[in-house]
């Protein structure tokens, strides 16, 4: 049954679970452990979520869903270090045939979260990653993350390097959840890996302010068209500090290699937009008729937000995620044209080439940032060189 409407979705794993499997609660979930069998949302050979019997691995304690792939913590508290709070409290029954069905929607997450995070641990190994971050991840669910207008976030996730953590916050869409979205969960994982490479030492040398080790997300709330002169004036914010530039180099590169690891986990070019269709056509991999990297523009939409009201960071992130898009529809363009990436749409192994290439070749843009801290020579297409030089088929 593919997950398109969440709510009908899960009244129909509940009624299904009473009437039909004759469920049952384990008397102890706490002592179950090792091999899991469990019915969860996942993708299928095609990419579609749907519901089936998914086999878990190195679980440890089924009530807190912990095990060697993931830890959940219920509302934490993020510190430098890692989450704070409690261990998240997961529900399952079990069926006559030995499955087991979550009881609610928080448990569903964390049981398709887990399932995720040993399949992207499959992919880090292949692909060289295998040391790059820490196992099990630490994950935050039902967490209570305030904007800058003091509303909760809801319908979004994160990561964030201070605690190495990735967050889940509430969910209120009809939509496929975020937390059930394939592409979206290696896009956080992505973040990690991009954090462990490239970020942590910059910050640590203090060559990139410490709001780097964070992902807020973007706002769909953009500006209404500004007076020529007035865009101009506040664009030169941008372009006569180098700061702001290098963290939106950063973060757009980071957002946009994150989206291409999404592709290369679900083969989705869309699936930002399964779960919030305002960004379907901005975030699409796929889509046709934009120039990529249009640098030109760039200052002139900071100049836009700028004089919207939006303070320097909401600009700047919002920005970075048009440069992050461009920069993600360009390199799996330029892969796909290459030798390696022929069918990589449709070929798993294909994909998998331009991950070991990301791996093996990040390092060097954190050494290309440290020789040229005023990005005279570094932009967003030495990122596409860096990933497409040497090409040949696999």
Same mark, same amino acid.
């Given at each position: 049954m593919p997950v398109g409407r969440f709510m009908p979705f899960f009244c129909w794993l509940c009624v299904s679970c009473l009437l039909m499997t004759a469920c049952s609660r384990e008397p102890s979930t706490s002592r179950v452990s090792g091999e899991v069998r469990m019915r969860l949302p996942f993708p299928d050979d095609k990419g579609e979520?749907?519901?089936?019997?998914?086999?878990?691995?190195?679980?440890?304690? #089924?009530?807190?869903?912990? /095990?060697?792939? =993931?830890?959940?913590? !219920?509302?934490?508290?993020?510190?430098?270090?890692? @989450? $704070?709070?409690?261990?998240?409290?997961?529900?399952?029954?079990?069926?006559?045939?030995?499955?087991?069905?979550?009881?609610?929607?928080?448990?569903?997450?964390?049981?398709?979260?887990?399932?995720?995070?040993?399949?992207?641990?499959?992919?880090?190994?292949?692909?060289?990653?295998?040391?790059?971050?820490?196992?099990?991840?630490?994950?935050?669910?039902?967490?209570?993350?305030?904007?800058?207008?003091?509303?909760?976030?809801?319908?979004?996730?994160?990561?964030?390097?201070?605690?190495?953590?990735?967050?889940?916050?509430?969910?209120?869409?009809?939509?496929?959840? #975020?937390?059930?979205?394939? /592409?979206?969960? =290696?896009?956080?994982? !992505?973040?990690?890996?991009?954090?462990?490479?490239? @970020? $942590?030492?910059?910050?640590?040398?203090?060559?990139?302010?410490?709001?780097?080790?964070?992902?807020?997300?973007?706002?769909?709330?953009?500006?209404?068209?500004?007076?020529?002169?007035?865009?101009?004036?506040?664009?030169?914010?941008?372009?006569?500090?180098?700061?702001l530039q290098r963290a939106l180099f950063l973060k757009a590169a980071n957002e946009g290699l994150a989206d291409v690891w999404g592709w290369i986990y679900s083969g989705q070019t869309d699936f930002v937009g399964r779960s919030l269709p305002p960004f379907k056509a901005a975030r699409d991999l796929g889509r046709k008729g934009l120039e990529p990297l249009r640098s030109d523009n760039f200052r002139r939409l900071y100049g836009i937000w700028k004089n919207g009201g939006q303070n320097s960071g909401a600009a700047l992130n919002n920005l970075s995620y048009l440069m992050g898009s461009d920069l993600a529809r360009a390199v799996r363009q330029a892969f796909l044209d290459s030798p390696a990436g022929a069918k990589a749409d449709q070929d798993p192994s294909r994909r998998k080439v331009l991950a070991r290439r990301m791996i093996q070749r990040l390092p060097e843009l954190a050494k290309r940032l440290r020789a040229d801290a005023e990005l005279k020579e570094t932009g967003l297409d030495l990122i596409v060189e860096l990933l497409t030089a040497g090409e040949s088929a696999p």
């Open positions: 979520v749907r519901l089936q019997e998914i086999l878990l691995s190195g679980v440890e304690n #089924l009530l807190e869903m912990r /095990g060697a792939y =993931a830890r959940f913590y !219920f509302a934490p508290k993020l510190e430098p270090g890692g @989450l $704070r709070g409690e261990a998240a409290r997961a529900r399952f029954l079990r069926n006559h045939d030995g499955v087991y069905v979550p009881g609610d929607f928080v448990s569903q997450q964390m049981g398709a979260l887990y399932a995720h995070f040993e399949k992207l641990s499959a992919l880090d190994r292949e692909v060289g990653a295998g040391q790059v971050v820490p196992w099990p991840r630490s994950v935050g669910v039902s967490v209570r993350l305030l904007k800058d207008d003091g509303a909760l976030w809801t319908d979004n996730s994160f990561y964030d390097g201070a605690s190495d953590a990735v967050l889940v916050v509430a969910t209120t869409r009809r939509e496929l959840p #975020l937390s059930l979205n394939p /592409g979206v969960i =290696a896009h956080e994982h !992505f973040h990690a890996l991009f954090y462990h490479l490239v @970020l $942590r030492d910059l910050l640590r040398d203090g060559l990139v302010a410490q709001s780097m080790a964070g992902t807020a997300h973007d706002d769909p709330g953009l500006s209404a068209p500004v007076p020529d002169k007035e865009i101009e004036k506040k664009s030169e914010e941008l372009s006569g500090n180098i700061k």
